[in-house]
């Protein structure tokens, strides 16, 4: 059994001989420490065995309910006696429920019943009631219907109107035509007559749509009875569910090895998008921070772990460790490291220093590089270098938009460099119009059992988490993949990949996703397990020169 007492809980593992990090996990690009992974593989131990409460993690086929994987976190940290252990938390709620044994309590707890929030819930919850029940009552769906079909009544009965009046007035202009062609004057009386039957004609008009006016106006007064209260039921909603939600963000304070506290509105009203996101707080990372330095103890190092079936629109792998989300968690990770001494972000470390790229086609037109894995294609936000600025200095003279395509920065090979702008626009061309054809090379985290086919998967990236992508088949754009499996051996699959479209992590997401091929790229820190490099690589890539129009097939063999 697992020892703890105020959740700090003992190793049951032995860590003599372990030494602590120089400096705290950085939480959102990290290897997780030992101490940590020693943590970590204690609570999954746990979660396998436990029978405190039951969540049905989608690992189970005996278990009912829906199936929530969830994200679940270790945070290392030393007691004022200076003794080493471990807090865990999970992201989220458990089991429906907030507060477990073995886990640190949220920030704030939604489901108290007795809190604020909870009371609070019940009145929207009867103002939604009371707006269903309002918005379904039994007469208001009469009156509405009544309405429709009595508008369409008096529609078509002034239109019936009308025609009857454009009748008349054809007969009086046929008249008039007639008289005129024949020289004949009409008499006075006749065309007083004309006169009299217009304005009559008129006045009819005018009284049968007063009437309906009317009629219909009964009816809408009646309507709007209903109408007004729903309105205002719904305006007192919208202020109750406002005023709920600024002071549930003012109840969520964090602290940081400072000692400081910020509310989560406090924390988001820096940054672009100036309200928190739905579930900001809730997560596993910033639990666990701020119950240790609630508690006086010291975080050491941290690191989070994917338990259960994956969700259907991201790629989640079972017990794999994962970065801190950067949508939520980001801004209020920023505020409660603030005094901690932090591993460096290895993302403002240039991973192209001391690397070279190397030219395997030139001429006056064009050139193909051969990009190495951990080189941007084109300058980042802290990172210049990348293949355009060694482009730009290995040629002075060349012009234009010169990147036609990217790869990712983790993936090696082939990229098509244009020499000046009307080079660029007709290699695009080809791009756009699917004439150019790349292939890839790379090695899967296991044996597929398929030879070939086809993952057609839309993409669109997670906005709560960027730079990942998710599949989503309402706002994802379409992407399509063709595979062909080459070998099979020592548990990995090297297989081609030819990408019919070109969205960002393409490949890697077609490659890992649970209906994709459900084997991650050996390497992919982002939807596998981080590895010495990401095994894919751009190795053949098929076009027509702008220039000779000559069919050009160029290729470099991987280096795995």
Sequence with gaps: MIKKVNHFISFETSIEGISLPEKFTFPFYYEPHPLSIIAAHELQEYLMKQNDWQHNFGLDDTMEGMIIGKMFGVLVVQNSDNQLGYLAAFSGKLADKNLH????????????ENGYFKKEEILLNNLNAEIESLEQNQEYQDLKSSFFALQETATNSIEAKKQEIKERKRKRDSLRKKATIEGIALDFNTVEDFKLESLKDKAELRRLSEYWNNQLADLQNNINEYEHKIIQLKEERKYKSAALQKRLHDEYSFLNALGETKSLHDIFSI??????????????????LHYAYKNDLKPIAMAEFWWGKS??????KHQHFYPACRGKCEPILAHMLNGLEVDENPMLINPAENKDISIVYDDEFLCIVNKPAEFLSVPGISIEDSIYTRIIEKYPNISGPIIVHRLDMSTSGLML????????QQLQKQFINKTISKRYVALLEGEITTAEGVIDLPLRVDLDDRPRQMVCYEHGKKAVTRYKVIERKNGVTKIHFWPITGRTHQLRVHASHTLGLNTPIVGDDLYGKKSDRLYLHAESITFEHPISKKIMTIEIAADF
Aim: hydrophobic residues 35%; aromatic residues 4%.
């Design 101 to 112: 044994e073995k886990f640190v309590p949220p920030v704030f707890d939604m489901l108290d």
């Design 417 to 424: 460099i244009a020499k000046n702008k009307r080079i660029h």
């Design 271 to 288: 940054t672009k998008q100036q309200k928190p996101p739905a579930a900001a707080g809730e997560c596993a990372a910033p639990k666990l």
């Design 311 to 316: 969700p259907k629109s991201e790629i989640r």
